[in-house]
């Protein structure tokens, strides 16, 4: 049950026209943070409601682009109140000490046409990773982007789980986000 879903920085030619923007990103309607994982064998995935983030996307410096990402850790919801309680506990998420996950991208490296990687820090639980996360772009409304893109995480590396539920939770989690930018 981990979270957070961040990360991005962003660029890549659309079309042969350079493009940049800054964009700020939400819940909005059509935008997404997921994490998904296995549960006595059961794949399961669940949202998180609660997300804000800025990407500065630049398509003709795609090396100048940084994305920023912060996640509610308290906001994960398994569309039930008492798992909803639980993973918000100390031994899971921590969400009183620990309310938010975070990305920052450190680098920003092209990759084909209409995707690129963004390195980064994530922050979540109070430890860091360093992450490479692959993002596909394509055009969205109103001139802006659509930002894809999935990677996968150790909750046990972030001291997230219950003994209690060890065999039980897979240890692996993919967070998965589709996130859109319109140009304002």
Same mark, same amino acid.
């Given at each position: 049950m981990i979270k957070p879903r961040t990360l991005f920085a962003a660029g890549l030619l659309l079309a042969g026209v350079a493009l940049a923007a800054d964009f700020t990103i939400g819940p909005a309607a059509g935008n997404s943070v997921t994490a998904t994982f296995r549960q006595e064998g059961v794949e399961v995935e669940n949202p998180f409601t609660k997300f804000t983030g800025r990407i500065a996307y630049d398509a003709a410096r795609v090396e100048a682009s940084t994305a920023m990402f912060e996640v509610e850790t308290a906001s994960f919801d398994f569309g039930d109140l008492g798992y909803n309680e639980e993973v918000r506990k100390k031994s899971w998420f921590d969400s009183a000490t620990y309310p938010k996950a975070k990305f920052q991208s450190t680098a920003v490296k092209a990759g084909t046409a209409g995707a690129f990687t963004a390195t980064g820090q994530l922050t979540l639980k109070g430890r860091v990773q360093t992450l490479s996360v692959p993002v596909k772009v394509?055009?969205?409304? *109103?001139?802006?982007?659509?930002?894809d893109g999935s990677f996968t995480i150790s909750r046990k590396a972030f001291g997230i789980g219950d003994p209690v539920w060890e065999?039980?939770? %897979? %240890? *692996?989690v993919t967070i998965k986000f589709h996130l859109t930018g319109d140009r304002k």
């Open positions: 394509s055009a969205g409304a *109103k001139g802006g982007f659509v930002f065999g039980v939770v %897979d %240890d *692996k």
